[in-house]
């Protein structure tokens, strides 16, 4: 499969709860899903972009409003995917952002505020879906699979450009909570992966993306395909892989879409 396109068979009959999915990776995930043959229930944030969402899905999803950092909202996502689809096959957990806004940045300067809603966001959010999912698949007794997005931040630091240490820790908190749940629920076939992108053209990352500097860096830092920020798209081949039983045996993997950035040096411009 090549980047952004997929099998229109793929996800034939399967149910899939996206957390955060009416913008950026999610929204493009909800339409590879659905191209792929899933039925999808799309949580998102703001009232705009969940009605735009429902129209675009159609038939194929229910697009709700509702905070990822609420305990019950994932709760209430899956519950639909019960009532609208007869149950659920598969998670995945696209909802996070930058906490810069709240403090977030390198140790010295990360104020308490910063760290906290920094980690609710990234982290606590994540408990909250996974173990929604968890409770609903082991209800089934059918097993199933639960995809979530960290970063490359979260194992390969950047620090000149991208020093923002909650938000790190929060994405390498993901990856361990993944790999220990991977552990624990594979004898119930209950799979757990990570995708972990670089930089991509999100509204997260508008910082960046309008930064000459930043992608200067970006040209060598992610070399693949002329060197640029990656697509919503890029990532939606392999999510599509994870959703599907092309994966079946497969758990506990973390997967860098990443235009090299895990495996490159990336040269800092000089100064003017």
Known sequence: MSSGTTNASALAEKRIVI???TAGLG???ARAFVAAGAKVVVVGRKSDPVEATQRELGNAGVVLQGEATEPETAGAAVAQAVA???GLDG???VAGGSGRRWGDGPLHELTNEGWDATLNLNL???FYSNRAAVRQFLAQGAGGTILNLSSVLGFSPSPKFFATHAYAAA??????LTKTCAAQYAPQSIRFNVLAPGLVDTLMAQRAANNATILSFIKTKQPLDGGRIG?????DAAAVYFMSDASAFTTGQVLAVDGGWSVSE????CEP
């Open 19 to 21: 957390i955060g999915g």
């Open 27 to 29: 929204l493009s995930a």
């Open 84 to 86: 609208v689809f007869g």
């Open 91 to 93: 998670l995945y957990h």
């Open 124 to 126: 606590t959010s994540v």
């Open 171 to 176: 994405k390498a908190a993901i990856i361990g």
């Open 231 to 235: 697509r919503p798209a890029d990532l």
């Open 266 to 269: 990336g040269q800092i411009p």
